[in-house]
């Protein structure tokens, strides 16, 4: 039904860095409009009741099918392709600060990990690890 079955998500969850761990998502919708949530069996924070109809939220699938984790998912609805807002930026970074303060390992998701994640990295002056595991 989906493309992304949850296996993969189950698969991607539990090699997470472990408990205490917060999901900063950027996912919102492609340029065309499709939600990024389409692809998976959850929706995400720029869905409408007709998009979700009988999905569970991102944040209550994990807490469904990964309690034990105990994930934090932080949503920042954007759009693929395009600058991320100031204001959406600013916000983001916020939460991850304070995420990291109060000890969570963040990561931040967007459909490719690049555009948009490099948008947050650039504003918040992060440096990429470029060493081999």
């Not at 039904?1 to 900063?24: Q, Y």
């Not at 389409?38 to 869905?47: A, H, N, T």
């Not at 204001?87 to 916020?94: D, G």
């Not at 490719?112 to 948008?119: E, F, I, K, L, S």
Request: glycine share 8%; with cysteine; net charge negative.
């Amino acid at each position: 039904m989906f493309p992304i079955k949850d296996e993969i998500v189950h698969r991607w969850v539990r090699n997470l860095p472990g408990p205490n761990t917060a999901i900063v998502s950027l996912l919102g919708r492609k340029p065309e409009g499709t939600s990024e949530f389409s692809f998976y069996s959850f929706y995400g924070g720029l869905d409408s009741p007709s998009e979700y109809r009988g999905r569970l939220s991102f944040q209550n699938w994990l807490d469904r099918w990964h309690k034990g984790l105990s994930i934090q998912v932080v949503q920042h609805a954007t759009y693929d392709f395009r600058p991320v807002p100031p204001e959406v930026l600013a916000a983001v970074a916020s939460d991850i600060s304070r995420l990291l303060a109060e000890g969570h390992t963040v990561v931040l998701v967007d459909s490719g990990g690049d555009t948009r994640t490099g948008q947050v990295c650039k504003y918040m002056e992060f440096l990429e690890d470029t060493r081999s595991p």
